[in-house]
């Protein structure tokens, strides 16, 4: 059975920093490409950043040099270190593992940035 448990969420300022972190089961972790998603009310869910086995990143333009994801293959983990959030990135954000037609999805994490 697959899981992808998140963990790291919770209320920022804006202009503050958090780690989102997922961990990994039930797959062999290290050949899936990982992802992170968000889906803000009323919007359709969208990518944040992934990174791919051979640890290659993709970022939404919206993130690039705020946003930071990393995988630690020993662990069975996947990161999102999110600096200088803005209220625009209030979500619920997601894991994701793809690998073909295996497509798995967490259970989401709510941020919220907010003075």
């Known amino acids: 059975q697959v899981q992808l448990v998140e963990s790291g969420g919770g209320l920022v300022q804006p202009g503050g920093s958090l780690r989102l972190s997922c961990a990994a089961s039930g797959i062999i972790f290290s050949i899936y490409t990982m992802g992170w998603y968000r889906q803000a009310p009323g919007k359709q869910r969208e990518l944040v950043a992934a990174?791919?086995?051979?640890?290659?990143?993709n970022y939404a333009d919206s993130v690039k040099g705020r946003f930071t994801i990393s995988r630690d293959n020993a662990k069975n983990t996947v990161s999102l270190q999110m600096n200088s959030l803005k209220p625009e990135d209030t979500a619920v954000y997601y894991c994701?593992?793809?690998?073909?037609?295996?497509?798995?999805w967490g259970q989401g994490t709510q941020i919220t940035v907010s003075s």
């Open positions: 994701n593992a793809l690998l073909g037609t295996g497509n798995y």
């Open positions: 990174i791919t086995q051979g640890r290659r990143t």
